[in-house]
């Protein structure tokens, strides 16, 4: 059966959602789904832009067949290559075969990697800037090369003044029949899963995001269709100014943010103890979060919100927690900027190892500022140690 939502006069939306899938590319939970969108634009040619992941595609077929009503698919213009929106360009190929594929030079290589048709008697190779028409329509491409993978491009309605935004303003998490932006509370119900799908995904890429957002500056839009969670239809300066401040690594909130690893308990008492403090001096939405039972995209998806990061670390085998080790080379490897740690170990056998550690990592990263004051503790805190926790939560205090 149809599952489809028509948008505007000619634009459809032919994607579909999965709720079975445990984990975004293999790696990522998604415990509220995941939409894969796809749009077909019926004009005096009939064009589709991008398709889906195969797990959704019988839906997405029936969808295509049923908004074009035995009229001929003429285009499929792709934006980008990941397999959970190329997955399928095979399957059009067989079921339209009079359909061409309009994608850029960087596309193709990716084409024939993936496929086994004829690839070079099927594509219409587009250009940054170029017009493309398709009757009342007239798109325009843009570039947008690692957002997030090399051959990415945008696609701009000119007509309607839509941008067709691939992986970019996208999210975590089914639709719900609630397509659009202004059908949800977006700070309750959007906001911290596009955060966990912008830094996890696209995170690493600030610089090349930065240049999309420069590029798109010079547009006049009045809607985003992503390829991941709703189509945005007004207040697109709020999503704009979102994309801006976690491309530049700029945290959004004031506060302080708090991972740790506790074998024991003991750090755990020592970060209750911290996290009590800062909030009885009125430090306000402080985080706290156990890295062992936290999956890591979670921790990364924090680290790029707040201003302060505390890292309670035990010593585990001689090194760094385990658990502790990935969320520092997660945050390392998405680029993370601009922040101020401040650093408590534990350790039984042997002090410093885990603050020499978690020191070397950091200082692979830019402008992380170290903040002086640390606590070693010794197996377990004493009450005479009190001080050394007063003294991290008023250094933070000082530097937010
Ligand atoms: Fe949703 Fe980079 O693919």
Aim: proline share 3%; with cysteine.
């Amino acid at each position: 059966m149809q599952c489809v939502r028509k948008i505007n006069e000619e634009l459809y939306w032919v994607g579909a959602e999965d709720r079975r899938l445990a984990l975004f590319e293999n790696i990522f939970p998604i415990p509220k789904g995941i939409a894969y969108n796809s749009y077909l634009i019926k004009d005096e040619k009939n064009v589709l832009i991008d398709t889906v992941d195969y797990s959704v595609g019988r839906q997405f077929l029936e969808n295509i067949k049923y908004v074009l009503q035995n009229e001929k698919l003429d285009y499929l213009i792709i934006n980008h290559m990941e397999p959970d929106h190329c997955s399928l360009i095979e399957e059009l190929v067989f079921k339209y075969p009079e359909m061409k594929i309009v994608c850029n030079n960087q596309t193709i290589r990716m084409l024939k990697q993936f496929y086994n048709f004829d690839v070079d008697s099927k594509i219409e190779i587009v250009k940054e800037g170029e017009i493309f028409k398709t009757g009342k329509h007239e798109f325009q491409f843009i570039m947008a090369p690692m957002v997030h993978w090399p051959e990415v491009m945008v696609t701009y309605d000119i007509t309607d003044k839509t941008l067709f935004s691939a992986d970019a303003f996208g999210s975590f998490g089914a639709l719900n029949g609630n397509l659009f932006n202004n059908d949800i509370e977006i700070e309750k119900d959007w906001l911290s899963e596009a955060r966990r799908y912008y830094t996890n995904i696209v995170g690493k890429y600030g610089p090349q995001v930065q240049n999309l957002l420069k590029k798109a500056s010079d547009l006049e839009i009045n809607m985003i269709c992503p390829l991941h969670g709703v189509i945005w239809r007004n207040n697109l300066e709020y999503i704009i100014e979102k994309y801006n401040k976690w491309s530049k690594y700029e945290p959004e909130e004031n506060s302080v943010l708090i991972i740790y690893s506790s074998v024991y308990g003991n750090t755990e008492n020592v970060v209750n103890t911290l996290s009590n403090y800062l909030g009885e001096k009125g430090i306000k939405n402080i985080e706290v979060y156990d890295s062992s039972n936290t999956h890591v995209s979670y921790l990364v998806s924090e680290s790029f919100k707040y201003s302060n990061i505390v890292i309670a670390a035990t010593t585990y085998n001689l090194g760094l927690f385990p658990t502790i080790e990935q969320y520092l080379l997660d945050i390392k490897r998405q680029n993370l900027q601009n922040r101020k740690v401040s650093i408590i170990e534990n350790s039984t056998w042997v002090p410093g190892i885990v603050t020499k550690e978690i020191n070397k990592i950091l200082s692979e990263m830019k402008n992380i500022q170290i903040l002086e004051n640390t606590f070693s503790i010794k197996s377990s805190a004493k009450d005479n140690e009190y001080e050394y926790i007063k003294n991290i939560g008023d250094e933070i205090i000082n530097n937010i």
